[in-house]
């Protein structure tokens, strides 16, 4: 108990977390309960435990803190579930509409351009219906399409437009990205395309002065940057790494930076805050003895801090960062010491209050679990060895921190990315200190961008700073095993890694028994988990038909090996397939990948599939299952010779009905990849309603996937 009043914040963000999570799990609905019986419950919560303050009895202290939490856990639920817009009755998309409706939106952020449209965030406030207008909310992702003539919209401009905008698809996949969940994390449900001629501009919006001034100064410094010569990969890296404009890295740059380990520091953090707080804390100085100005100095400095957070658009490690340091300055003011787990858990506890949704990004996760394991870990690593000189040192300490924040982020990073990098900790020692100073020259080009000549110096040093930066990480990122990929953790695995570390750490600290058994029982756990799936990975055996836009993939696993029967346009283009299959090639374990023409019969000995017969163009056989990928070159049977296959894979280009087929492949089921145009499909689709056939439309129903082990 005495451990727990130190740490107040700690036990007020713990409930208010779960509770959170708890309307996370249920999806926001808790099975259908009102919210007003929600909401009455936790008033009566409240003034339960108001009523237990009046409590005097010791042996009832219990009461007061049983009650809290129960007060805690639901007041996280509630703010989640208002949080979250979707089943809100005044969200566009809960109301009725006909086709003669026109949406009214203004543009959230500056249009990210692409090579054929521009993306943007829209925020939906009215729609209008049969000649009236409904007050609405809602967000929505926009492609505009790019034409010369048509004039793109920008940030606080109004748009009118009719196109009904369509729920953001769910991964068809298995394995597969879930950007549909990503989107919801910030209330983003929807999108719409918008031709040149389906949208209207009509002046400014309702912006917010805020926001304008921030973006207007993001882009001023992008204009300094380029007018000083700094352009290419250089550019990239320094919008990313200034001020958190990351959207001109491109793939190649994000992987350099991903498998080196170092892809934290071209997102602004704790770092870059912390740069700007000691500057700033410099530049006041002289504001430091005056009884007049005692709260003036802490004021500036908070303000500096919230102006840099604004302009780098408020992610969740840069709010993590200002907030605690705004907390700090405040502590100093009034010469009270701050203990960092209370200011790193009250910082977090305002964040969830201000949008509960915030847990679930996985920038917040990362943020605040670096930040977590420096301030836990890092005394205990930096005291295993005294270094005998101030290099050596300085050389330790960035090791210490490198591996407190790596001890505890790993497990979280192996679940989301499935890979490790491997020279982590070179990269570290190489990346942290340049890119430190490449915070400092930043600032100072900020500082004399207005004066021409000058600026142009500067910005040749930190475009140096930069190329070496650049040149160190691609040098680590391509070294041999750099990165060790196809690491796979389930949910409950990912519980017990931390389980097993925090146990471990309260073991190193308490020296309690008890916590050592949790920590043997999670590694036995553990080691059982890993075996049982590396059984069943080895005797799997699975068909999978891919939904691949445009494209046909039919996938057969035997163990850890895979045989995908690929079109050509895949052939050609690999990296659509790779993207497709390769997050749950890793949780099958497959270390052998063949991928091979659908429409030749031959495997080479090398990759010979045993149980895999190709007799003849587009024909197959697995473990007793025949099947056909049917396209236009493929010759069909006479009516007369019916072929009884298990599943017929229609292709693009096919023009024959279901009922000709049906006739021909009798017992067949019957999948239609999406190389064909939906209408088809829909066509398709209504022709086995009536006829009785079992029919999947892979652009409805997703991967068709059939597990053969006995």
Same mark, same amino acid.
């Given at each position: 108990m005495k451990t727990w009043t130190r740490f107040p914040f700690v036990r007020l963000l713990l409930p208010f977390m779960a509770g959170v999570v708890l309307a996370h799990a249920t999806g926001y609905r808790l099975f259908a309960i009102p919210h007003s019986i929600i909401l009455l419950t936790d008033t009566a919560l409240f003034i339960l435990l108001i009523s237990s303050l009046l409590v005097k009895v010791y042996r009832y202290r219990w009461v007061f803190g049983t009650v809290l939490n129960a007060f805690l856990l639901v007041s996280g639920l509630i703010t989640a579930m208002l949080h979250y817009q979707k089943f809100s009755s005044s969200h566009f998309a809960n109301i009725k509409v006909t086709e003669s409706v026109y949406y009214h939106a203004i543009v959230d952020d500056e249009p990210v351009l692409r090579p054929n449209s521009a993306k943007a965030l829209l925020n939906l406030d009215k729609l209008m219906r049969n000649d009236s207008i409904i007050r609405v909310k809602g967000n929505v992702l926009a492609y505009f399409s790019k034409d010369s003539a048509a004039e793109l919209p920008h940030m606080g401009d109004a748009v009118w437009f009719s196109a009904i905008p369509q729920p953001v698809r769910k991964p068809l996949n298995p394995g597969e990205f879930d950007y549909a969940s990503y989107l919801a994390v910030n209330n983003i449900f929807h999108q719409v395309y918008l031709k040149p001629s389906g949208y209207v501009i009509a002046g400014s919006g309702n912006e917010s002065l805020l926001k304008h001034f921030a973006v207007q100064m993001r882009n001023s410094?992008?204009?300094?940057?380029?007018?000083?010569?700094?352009?290419? *990969?250089?550019?990239?890296?320094?919008?990313?790494?200034?001020?958190?404009?990351? *959207?001109?890295?491109?793939?190649?740059?994000?992987?350099?930076?991903?498998?080196?380990?170092?892809?934290?520091?071209?997102?602004?953090?704790?770092?870059?805050?912390? $740069?700007?707080?000691?500057?700033?804390?410099?530049?006041?100085?002289?504001?430091?003895?005056?009884?007049?100005?005692?709260?003036?100095?802490?004021?500036?400095?908070?303000?500096?801090?919230? +102006?840099?957070?604004?302009?780098?658009?408020?992610?969740?490690?840069?709010?993590?960062?200002?907030?605690?340091?705004?907390?700090?300055?405040?502590?100093?003011?009034?010469?009270?010491?701050?203990?960092?787990?209370?200011?790193?858990? =009250?910082?977090?506890?305002?964040?969830?209050?201000?949008?509960?949704? +915030?847990?679930?990004?996985?920038?917040?996760?990362?943020?605040?679990? =670096?930040?977590?394991?420096?301030? #836990?870990?890092?005394?205990?690593?930096?005291?295993?060895?005294?270094?005998?000189?101030?290099?050596?040192?300085?050389?330790?300490?960035?090791?210490?921190?490198?591996?407190?924040?790596?001890?505890? #982020?790993?497990?979280?990073?192996?679940?989301?990315?499935?890979?490790?990098?491997?020279?982590?900790?070179?990269?570290?020692?190489?990346?942290?200190?340049?890119?430190?100073?490449?915070?400092?020259?930043?600032?100072?080009?900020?500082?004399?961008?207005?004066?021409?000549?000058?600026?142009?110096? $500067?910005?040749? $040093?930190?475009?140096?700073?930069?190329k070496l930066l650049n040149g160190a990480v691609a040098f680590i990122e391509t070294l041999p095993g750099a990165v060790s990929k196809q690491l796979y953790l389930t949910p409950y695995a990912l519980f017990l890694c931390y389980l097993l570390l925090f146990s471990m750490f309260t073991f190193f600290i308490f020296r309690q028994k008890k916590w050592l058994f949790v920590s043997i029982s999670a590694i036995v756990m553990l080691t059982a988990m890993s075996a049982f799936r590396n059984v069943y990975r080895q005797s799997q055996r699975m068909i999978l038909v891919y939904a691949v836009n445009k494209r046909t993939a039919l996938g057969f696993i035997d163990g850890r090996r895979q045989v995908i029967l690929a079109d050509s346009a895949l052939l050609e283009n690999p990296s659509i397939l790779n993207y497709t299959t390769a997050s749950y090639s890793t949780k099958a374990g497959i270390n052998k990948l063949t991928i091979i023409d659908a429409?030749?019969?031959?495997?080479?000995? *090398?990759?010979? +599939?045993?149980?895999?017969?190709?007799?003849?163009?587009?024909?197959?056989?697995?473990?007793?299952?025949?099947?056909?990928?049917?396209?236009?070159?493929?010759?069909?049977?006479?009516?007369?010779?019916?072929?009884?296959?298990?599943? $017929?894979?229609?292709?693009?280009?096919?023009? =024959?009905?279901?009922?000709?087929?049906? =006739?021909?492949?009798?017992?067949?089921?019957?999948?239609?990849?999406?190389?064909?145009?939906?209408?088809?499909?829909? #066509?398709?689709?209504? *022709?086995?309603?009536?006829?009785?056939?079992?029919?999947?439309?892979?652009?409805? #129903?997703?991967?068709?996937?059939i597990a053969l082990n006995n």
């Open positions: 410094l992008l204009n300094a940057l380029q007018r000083n010569g700094i352009r290419g *990969e250089e550019f990239a890296v320094a919008s990313a790494l200034l001020i958190g404009y990351d *959207e001109m890295l491109d793939a190649a740059q994000r992987q350099h930076f991903a498998g080196a380990g170092v892809i934290h520091i071209l997102c602004v953090s704790g770092l870059h805050v912390g $740069v700007i707080f000691l500057l700033a804390d410099m530049l006041f100085f002289f504001l430091r003895k005056s009884k007049k100005a005692r709260w003036l100095r802490p004021l500036l400095i908070i303000t500096i801090i919230w +102006m840099y957070a604004i302009v780098t658009g408020l992610a969740p490690s840069v709010l993590r960062a200002s907030l605690m340091f705004s907390l700090i300055t405040i502590g100093k003011s009034l010469n009270r010491p701050s203990n960092i787990y209370n200011t790193l858990s =009250a910082s977090a506890f305002i964040l969830l209050l201000i949008n509960p949704l +915030m847990l679930f990004n996985l920038g917040f996760q990362l943020s605040y679990l =670096a930040v977590l394991g420096i301030v #836990t870990f890092y005394p205990i690593i930096s005291g295993l060895y005294l270094p005998a000189n101030r290099v050596s040192g300085y050389l330790w300490q960035l090791i210490s921190v490198s591996l407190s924040a790596q001890l505890i #982020t790993a497990p979280i990073s192996v679940f989301y990315f499935q890979q490790f990098p491997n020279y982590f900790l070179l990269a570290n020692l190489l990346a942290i200190p340049l890119s430190g100073l490449l915070i400092y020259t930043g600032v100072l080009f900020v500082i004399v961008s207005f004066i021409p000549k000058v600026a142009a110096i $500067v910005a040749m $040093v930190l475009s140096f700073e930069i429409q030749k019969c031959n495997l080479s000995t *090398e990759n010979h +599939m045993p149980a895999l017969r190709l007799p003849s163009p587009g024909f197959f056989s697995f473990y007793g299952k025949r099947g056909l990928i049917l396209t236009p070159a493929v010759k069909l049977p006479d009516k007369a010779h019916k072929l009884k296959l298990d599943f $017929v894979v229609i292709s693009s280009g096919v023009r =024959a009905n279901l009922s000709t087929l049906s =006739a021909l492949f009798p017992q067949a089921t019957f999948i239609c990849d999406n190389s064909n145009p939906i209408r088809n499909a829909r #066509t398709w689709a209504e *022709e086995a309603r009536k006829l009785g056939i079992e029919f999947y439309d892979l652009h409805k #129903t997703g991967a068709f996937q």
